[in-house]
């Protein structure tokens, strides 16, 4: 793919050559920082802000589907299988189990939010046969949220770099290209971690 998906500038540089169809395949793999940089571009007029809110919502959604039917069909003993490398023993697989049967919506958002848990949470999630529809909602209601936050920084930082355009500015876009980066991880961060401990709490 040829493409540093830790680099905010690489990746708009990426997207706008590419288009939508290949923005819709990284965003199933990194769905923050494709979204972001795409909204930026749709700042500078080379995208429609709605299909890219369309295909960031889908392409977070989609992976999740999959990870659920995996688990599904796959089973418990899949899953522990798959978590062993991810690290996850079989006392914590079944730890998790318990909080998705208990509180299946809040376990949910926990693991989406949470990089390491996500593909085998998910896939527990299917396992342990939670509803469609229901699981699919509560990834929906994350994912919104999620979006919206992304696309956000991507405005702000296109509106910034589209007027500094116009008052001869050019030398600090690659600053406010670096910086609005590392917002961007950070917001990322500090809104899993308060989802998180949100939800321990109750």
Same mark, same amino acid.
């Given at each position: 793919?040829?493409?540093?998906?830790?680099?905010?500038?690489?990746?708009?540089?990426?997207?706008?050559?590419?288009?939508?169809?290949?923005?819709?395949?990284?965003?199933?793999?990194?769905?923050?920082?494709?979204?972001?940089?795409?909204?930026?571009?749709?700042?500078?007029?080379?995208?429609?802000?709605?299909? #890219? /809110?369309?295909?960031?919502?889908?392409?977070?959604?989609?992976?999740? =589907? %999959?990870? &659920?039917?995996? +688990? !599904?069909?796959?089973?418990?003993?899949?899953?522990?299988?798959?978590?062993?490398?991810?690290?996850?023993?079989?006392?914590?697989?079944?730890?998790?189990?318990?909080?998705?049967?208990?509180?299946?919506?809040?376990?949910?958002?926990?693991?989406?939010?949470?990089?390491?848990?996500?593909?085998?949470?998910?896939?527990?999630?299917?396992?342990?046969?939670?509803?469609?529809?229901?699981?699919?909602?509560? #990834? /929906?209601?994350?994912?919104?949220?999620?979006?919206?936050?992304?696309? =956000? %920084?991507? &405005?702000?930082? +296109? !509106?910034?770099?589209?007027?500094?355009?116009?008052?001869?500015?050019?030398?600090?876009?690659?600053?406010?290209?670096?910086?609005?980066?590392?917002?961007?991880?950070?917001?990322?961060?500090?809104?899993?971690?308060?989802?998180?401990?949100?939800?321990?709490?109750?």
């Amino acid at each position: 793919m040829g493409i540093d998906l830790t680099n905010f500038q690489q990746v708009l540089e990426w997207v706008i050559a590419h288009g939508y169809p290949l923005m819709f395949l990284v965003m199933c793999i990194e769905g923050p920082t494709v979204t972001a940089a795409a909204t930026f571009a749709t700042v500078l007029g080379y995208f429609n802000p709605f299909i #890219v /809110f369309g295909l960031s919502i889908t392409g977070d959604i989609l992976p999740d =589907a %999959i990870y &659920y039917l995996i +688990g !599904r069909w796959g089973g418990l003993n899949l899953v522990k299988k798959i978590g062993k490398k991810f690290g996850l023993s079989a006392a914590r697989i079944e730890s998790m189990e318990k909080h998705i049967k208990l509180h299946g919506g809040k376990t949910v958002a926990v693991l989406k939010c949470t990089p390491i848990l996500a593909t085998p949470g998910l896939m527990l999630v299917g396992a342990v046969k939670m509803n469609w529809w229901r699981y699919i909602w509560f #990834v /929906f209601i994350v994912t919104v949220q999620k979006t919206l936050i992304f696309m =956000a %920084i991507g &405005y702000f930082f +296109g !509106r910034t770099y589209d007027i500094g355009k116009y008052i001869r500015y050019g030398a600090l876009v690659p600053f406010v290209i670096i910086v609005s980066y590392f917002i961007l991880v950070w917001l990322y961060r500090r809104y899993s971690q308060r989802i998180i401990n949100k939800i321990e709490k109750i």
